[in-house]
C-alpha cells in the first residue's frame, strides 16, 4: 500500500510538473513573440515616421515643378494630410506610452531622390508632371504597404488605438494613390504621349 501510494504521488507530481513545466514554456514563448513583434512594431513606427517627416519637405518641391493644376491641387491636399499623418504617427507613439522618435528610413530616402532625378531631368511641362506622378505612386504603395503591415502588428499585439490611428492613415495613401492615377490617367498622360521627344 505504502509503495502503491508512493507510486501514485509520484506520477502526479511528475504528471504535474510537466504541465507546469509545458505551460510556462507557452507563456515564455507566448512573451517572447510579443515582445520580439513589439520591437519590430516600434522600429517600423520609427521608420515611418522619419518617411512622413521628410516627405513633409519633398512635395513642396514636387508641387514647385509641376504645372497641371489637378497634380497641383492634389499635391498640396496630400501635403496637408502628410502634416496630419506626422501628427498621428506621434499619437501612435503615445498611445504605447513611447517617445516619438525617427530613424532614417533608408527605403523612402531613396524613392525621395529618385523623384528629384526626375524633376531634374525632365522638360517642364506633361512630361515631369508624369514623372512626378510616378514618383509619386511609387512612394505611395511604399506607405501602403508600411501602414498595412503596421497595423497588422498593432492588431497582432492588441493595439487597438494603433489599430485605428493606423488605419486612418492607411485609407488616407490609398485615396491619394488613387488620386494621382485619376490626374495621370484624365490629364497628363494623355498632355505627354503628344508631345515629340525633343
Same mark, same amino acid.
Request: charge should be negative; aromatic fraction near 6%.
Given at each position: 500500500m505504502i509503495n502503491a501510494k508512493k507510486n501514485g504521488s @509520484?506520477? /502526479?507530481? !511528475? !504528471? /504535474? =510538473?510537466?504541465?507546469?513545466?509545458?505551460? $510556462?514554456? +507557452? +507563456? #515564455? =514563448? #507566448?512573451? $517572447?513573440?510579443?515582445?520580439? *513583434?513589439?520591437?519590430?512594431? +516600434?522600429? @517600423?513606427? =520609427?521608420?515611418?515616421?522619419? !518617411? +512622413?517627416? !521628410? *516627405?513633409t519637405k519633398a512635395i513642396p518641391k514636387m508641387i514647385k515643378n509641376a504645372t497641371s493644376e489637378e497634380l497641383i491641387e492634389a499635391l498640396e491636399n496630400h501635403l496637408e494630410e502628410t502634416h496630419e499623418q506626422v501628427t498621428r504617427c506621434e499619437d501612435v507613439f503615445k498611445s504605447i506610452d513611447k517617445k516619438a522618435t525617427a530613424k532614417k528610413c533608408e527605403a523612402m530616402d531613396g524613392l525621395m531622390k529618385e523623384g528629384e532625378e526626375i524633376m531634374k531631368e525632365c522638360e517642364e511641362g506633361p512630361m515631369c508632371d508624369a514623372g512626378i506622378i510616378a514618383a509619386g505612386q511609387k512612394i505611395e504603395h511604399y506607405e501602403i504597404a508600411s501602414y498595412g503591415t503596421l497595423r497588422q502588428f498593432a492588431e497582432t499585439l492588441g493595439l487597438e488605438e494603433a489599430v485605428e490611428l493606423l488605419e486612418a492613415t492607411l485609407e488616407e495613401e490609398k485615396a491619394a494613390d488613387m488620386k494621382l492615377t485619376e490626374v495621370a490617367v484624365s490629364v497628363v498622360n494623355v498632355q505627354a504621349s503628344q508631345e515629340e521627344e525633343v
Open positions: @509520484s506520477n /502526479g507530481s !511528475a !504528471a /504535474g =510538473k510537466k504541465k507546469s513545466s509545458d505551460s $510556462m514554456m +507557452e +507563456e #515564455t =514563448k #507566448t512573451g $517572447m513573440e510579443s515582445s520580439q *513583434l513589439m520591437k519590430l512594431f +516600434e522600429d @517600423s513606427l =520609427k521608420d515611418i515616421y522619419w !518617411a +512622413e517627416k !521628410a *516627405l
